[in-house]
């Protein structure tokens, strides 16, 4: 049954396909920009450089400097740069870093931006930028930030290894996730999330077993745009919260802690949410939607312990206490206990288990 629902569309601009990089020039113009500062990682420096020269007059320049949590030390040396070479305009060409980087700039001089996104982060279709300064993470929502037009090019991601291609998208599968049980869901966005899960559910086994596999690069990417749609659209919850608080606390890394966490958080709201339950089953093609995300992310040969990727054994309450300190909603009320079980498995690496409700 439908109910009532607000449902706000954000005004982005996609441009998606093989080769669509040719389009950047003609994007910067649609925009008004006459020149743009290219920004991207230090490995991603030579693929931004050549972007600078398909741009000719429009190029301004580059800063290759950005990072992981956006620190404010970085963007204020590219805005000192941006400002150097009188930039009216920034282009984006990389993973969630440096896209964090684009929207720092754009927050604080209302910049337009065109995104190149080569993961499948999804912080392109997003308003929230999280910028760290004297190692405290903060979250900023605010129009400015929100990139007004995205360039995929699917062969741009051909080039990201297959590890790191199965933890991106299982980090986008959590925004879908969510957004189908979130607080304020609705039926549009709930559209995107299944399609953007069964999306990728298909794709990235393939690129596993082939990471030249055009078509399901294609479709990961498609997927991934979805995610990320609903991640800029709907609140997320319990999940996010934990990643945000493991990774802030613990440093470690974005997409593999989503990777790990996402089947025993998923466990954890179960009970409360029924039909979340079944749609996500059916895109993923399992009986059980949080034993299908943890064998699709064994399958894809993901890391499956938290104690891998550098958790200490006596974090584990640490967490658990934390993650229950700064009350949000969540679809079942927060269980310290529950919760400490959860982070406790992800922490082992164990299957997701049914999380008992409190006595
Ligand atoms: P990333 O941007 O840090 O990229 C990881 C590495 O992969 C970098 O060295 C990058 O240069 C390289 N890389 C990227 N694409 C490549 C490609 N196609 N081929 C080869 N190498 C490639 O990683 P990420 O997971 O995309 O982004 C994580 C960051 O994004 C985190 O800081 C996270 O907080 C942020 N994020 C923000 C939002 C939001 O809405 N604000 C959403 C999702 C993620």
Same mark, same amino acid.
């Given at each position: =049954? ?5 449902? +706000? ?12 990089l040719?389009?950047a020039a003609?994007?910067i113009?649609?925009?008004?920009g006459k020149r743009a500062l290219i920004l991207t990682t230090p490995q991603q420096e030579n693929q931004g450089r050549n972007l600078g020269t398909a741009l000719g007059p429009l190029y301004a320049d580059i800063f290759p400097g950005a990072t992981?949590?956006?620190?404010? +030390?970085v963007t204020e040396r590219a805005l000192a740069v941006m400002k150097a070479c009188a930039a009216d305009c920034v282009v984006a060409l990389g993973g969630?870093s440096t896209t964090g980087l684009g929207?720092a700039l754009a927050?604080?001089t209302?910049v337009?931006q065109l995104c190149i996104?080569t ?5 392109? %279709? ?21 990139? #007004?037009?995205?360039i995929?090019?699917?062969?741009l ?34 559209? =995107?999330? #299944? ?19 055009? +078509? ?19 609140? %997320? ?18 997409? +593999? ?19 979340? %339950? ?32 550098? =958790? ?22 927060? #269980? ?24």
């Amino acid at each position: =049954m439908i109910g009532s629902f607000t449902f +706000e569309n954000l005004p982005s601009r996609v441009v998606f396909g093989s080769g669509t990089l040719a389009q950047a020039a003609a994007e910067i113009e649609r925009l008004g920009g006459k020149r743009a500062l290219i920004l991207t990682t230090p490995q991603q420096e030579n693929q931004g450089r050549n972007l600078g020269t398909a741009l000719g007059p429009l190029y301004a320049d580059i800063f290759p400097g950005a990072t992981m949590h956006t620190p404010v +030390e970085v963007t204020e040396r590219a805005l000192a740069v941006m400002k150097a070479c009188a930039a009216d305009c920034v282009v984006a060409l990389g993973g969630g870093s440096t896209t964090g980087l684009g929207k720092a700039l754009a927050l604080r001089t209302g910049v337009n931006q065109l995104c190149i996104p080569t993961t499948y982060a999804g912080s392109e %279709m997003t308003p929230i930028v999280g910028q760290t300064e004297n190692g405290l993470k903060t979250t900023v929502r605010d129009a400015a930030i929100l990139p #007004e037009t995205v360039i995929y090019d699917v062969d741009l991601t051909l080039t990201l290894p297959a590890s790191l291609a199965a933890t991106s998208g299982i980090n986008a599968i959590a925004h879908a996730v969510e957004a189908l049980y979130a607080r304020d869901t609705n039926p549009v966005t709930s559209l =995107m999330a #299944e399609e953007g899960i069964r999306a990728l559910a298909r794709a990235l086994p393939a690129i596993a077993t082939n990471s030249n596999d055009r +078509e399901a690069r294609t479709e990961a990417l498609y997927g991934a745009w979805l995610c990320g749609v609903c991640l800029g659209t709907v609140g %997320m919850a319990l999940h996010h919260k934990l990643c945000h608080t493991l990774g802030g606390t613990f440093d470690l890394p974005h997409a +593999e802690t989503h990777t790990i966490v996402l089947p025993h958080s998923l466990a954890y709201n179960a009970p409360a949410v029924p039909d979340t %339950m079944t749609r996500i089953s059916r895109a993923i093609g399992a009986t059980d939607a949080s034993q299908g995300l943890f064998e699709l992310a064994r399958r894809l040969g993901a890391t499956l312990a938290l104690r891998d990727i550098g =958790m200490p054994e006596s974090g584990i309450d640490k967490a658990a206490d934390l993650a229950v300190t700064n009350a949000y909603w969540n679809p079942r009320p927060l #269980e310290r206990n529950a919760i400490r079980d959860l982070i406790a498995r992800a922490w082992a690496g164990e299957p997701p288990g049914a999380i008992k409700a409190a006595a």
